[in-house]
C-alpha cells in the first residue's frame, strides 16, 4: 500500500554510524525531484522519492566533479533499476546499490531509508 505523505505525519530518517537520523517530512519529497540534507558530521545526503513511493539516499557529491549536486539530479530507470543523473557530467548512479552505470569503478555511498 502505498501512502501519501500529504496525509501523515511521517518523518524520513537515515541509518548512520550511531542510529537513525531523521531529516525532513516525508510530504518533502516530490517524485522525481531531489532533496539535500545536511548530516552531523557536514556531509551532505541526497534523498529522493520515486512515484511508487519509494525512498533512498545517497551520498549528495558527485565523485567526478567533487560537487554536492547529486540531489538536483535527473532521476529515471535503466533495466529496472532506479538511478540518479548527476547534472554537471551526467554520470547516473544506482540509487539502491550506489554504483555508477557508466563507471562501474566508482560508486557513492549509499543510505538506508525509512518513514517512521
Not at 534523498?47 to 539516499?57: E, K, P, Q, V
Not at 567526478?64 to 538536483?72: D, I
Request: net charge negative; hydrophobic share 40%.
Amino acid at each position: 500500500m502505498t501512502i501519501a505523505p500529504e496525509t501523515t505525519d511521517l518523518k524520513v530518517q537515515l541509518l548512520l554510524a550511531d542510529g537513525w537520523l531523521t531529516v525532513c517530512d516525508l510530504s518533502l519529497l516530490t517524485p522525481g525531484r531531489g532533496v539535500a540534507a545536511l548530516l552531523p558530521d557536514g556531509r551532505q545526503a541526497a534523498l529522493f522519492r520515486d512515484r511508487a513511493g519509494h525512498t533512498y539516499a545517497v551520498d549528495n557529491r558527485d565523485p567526478f566533479s567533487g560537487a554536492a549536486v547529486l540531489s538536483r539530479g535527473l532521476t529515471g530507470t535503466h533495466q529496472g533499476r532506479p538511478y540518479v543523473a548527476s547534472p554537471l557530467l551526467k554520470q547516473r548512479f544506482d540509487l539502491e546499490s550506489g554504483r555508477c552505470l557508466d563507471d562501474p569503478e566508482v560508486a557513492v555511498t549509499v543510505y538506508e531509508v525509512r518513514a517512521a
